[in-house]
């Protein structure tokens, strides 16, 4: 079964610094997200990727992130200046060509990211 | 343009039945179904596209009914791996906007 990989698994950092989180889709798939999770609640989209760009992003994905694809299999998302309430477990997910009748998003398993 | 998701949490013995509901105020194009464990990530169940069909395996199933904007998902004979937290997932068009996830549903299933 082909799977969403994610690294590190945990993160801890200190308030202001620079993280980077990364994400291997799966191959074959062509559209990329990140969503994030604070314990306990939704799951909230942050950002989609597709053709090497950003197609879509939410409130949330301000300047202080950014996503990019600099080879042909990772996907990474950088957080600039960590704030604490940036704490919380952050989801790469990838889904297939939406012109398929299955294009069922694949989570990662997620990084938990800490800020102190 | 988050989707409404009803109940927030049920409690069920083994076998009892359930029905998880998720409703939009907008126009939708498809309604995603996730079962998320704690401390794992969520797990794709199915998608339903506009048309108003209903899909399924196994004892869980769910329908779409386009012109409600809502979807419900039908867990029947519950085990105690239905145990999680089930989210929809809806977006607008196919042409790559990505899926706005409800609160979620808490199942808890026991012996």
């Known amino acids: 079964e082909p799977e969403v990989t994610q690294t590190p698994s945990h993160q801890v950092t200190q308030m202001g610094q620079e993280v980077i989180l990364r994400c291997v889709p799966i191959s074959n798939h062509l559209y990329f997200y990140w969503y994030r999770q604070i314990l306990g609640q939704k799951v909230e989209f942050l950002v989609s990727f597709y053709n090497n760009e950003i197609s879509e992003k939410s409130e949330i994905f301000d300047d202080q992130f950014s996503v990019e694809r600099p080879d042909g299999s990772n996907f990474t998302l950088k957080i600039r200046s960590t704030k604490l309430e940036d704490s919380a477990m952050y989801f790469c997910a990838s889904s297939a060509n939406r012109d398929s009748a299955n294009y069922g998003y694949t989570f990662g398993s997620g990084t938990r990211l800490t800020v102190v | 343009q988050q989707p409404v998701q009803s109940p927030q949490a049920v409690i069920l013995r083994e076998g009892e039945d359930a029905v998880i509901n998720c409703s939009s105020s907008?126009?939708?194009?498809?309604v995603h179904w996730y079962r998320q464990k704690h401390g794992e990530a969520p797990i794709f169940l199915m998608i339903l596209l506009k048309g108003g069909e209903q899909k399924g395996h196994d004892k869980i199933s769910a329908s779409f009914n386009e012109k409600k904007q809502q979807s419900s998902l039908y867990l029947t004979a519950s085990q105690l791996s239905y145990s999680g937290t089930y989210f929809c997932?809806?977006?607008?068009?196919?042409?790559?906007?990505?899926?706005?996830f409800g609160k979620g549903t808490t199942l808890s299933v026991s012996s």
């Open positions: 907008k126009a939708l194009y498809s």
């Open positions: 997932g809806t977006d607008k068009n196919q042409a790559g906007t990505a899926l706005i």
